[in-house]
Structures are given as C-alpha cells and as structure tokens.
C-alpha cells in the first residue's frame, strides 16, 4: 500500500510563496504521474499540475506562470512551488501518484490560506 505525505501548507498573504511536498513510500514499483490538485469549499477537486517521470508537465490554466511542479524520481518526491499566491487559491491540496500496474492514490490534503 503506497502511502503519501504531503507537507507545506500554511497561511500565507496575497502575493506570498509557499512550497509543497509529497513523498510517496511504500509503492513496489515506479511510479509514472506525479500530480497536485486542489478542492476549495463547496467546489469540486481540480487540477493543478501534473509531472510524467520523464518531466513534462501540465498546468491549469489560472495557475500557468505562478506555479512550479518539480519532482525526485529517486526519492519519490513531488514539489509544487507556488509564487504570487491569490485567495483564490485557498484551498485543500491533494497529492496524487499513479505506480506502473497500481492504482491511483491520494495523499490525505494539506491546507493553503491565502488570507491579508
């Protein structure tokens, strides 16, 4: 059973940085997407980012040009750099990973306020 750990979340001004992490244990095999989303009260889980092994990546469009997703394969780890922080992106933050020939899983969310 993949467990993941996420870490990062606070609160933080408008125009502020904050830099999440997720590490992922316990997977018997590689894991392929690496990914963040988001749920805010009373809207549905969005997407974020997401990071193949090899690197590519893909943003929401209200996150392109503030947002950074990295990742470690060596260390099963994701990152996602977040820079001129809005309210808007209050929210739950969910790490999400996909190993070859397992299942999706889904870290337990940590929160990000952005609040004056």
């Known amino acids: 059973q993949v467990q993941l750990v996420e870490s990062g979340g606070g609160l933080v001004q408008p125009g502020g940085s904050l830099r999440l992490s997720c590490v992922a244990t316990?997977?018997?095999?590689?894991?392929?997407?690496m990914g963040w989303y988001r749920q805010a009260p009373g809207k549905e889980r969005e997407l974020v980012a997401t990071?193949?092994?090899?690197?590519?990546?893909n943003y929401a469009d209200s996150v392109k040009d503030r947002f950074m997703i990295s990742r470690d394969n060596a260390e099963n780890t994701i990152y996602l750099q977040m820079n001129s922080l809005k309210p808007e992106d209050t929210a739950v933050y969910y790490c999400?990973?996909?190993?070859?020939?397992?299942?999706?899983?889904w870290g337990q969310g940590t929160q990000v306020t952005v609040s004056s």
């Open positions: 999400n990973v996909k190993p070859i020939y397992s299942p999706t899983y």
């Open positions: 316990r997977s018997r095999f590689p894991i392929t997407d």
């Open positions: 990071i193949t092994r090899g690197g590519r990546t």
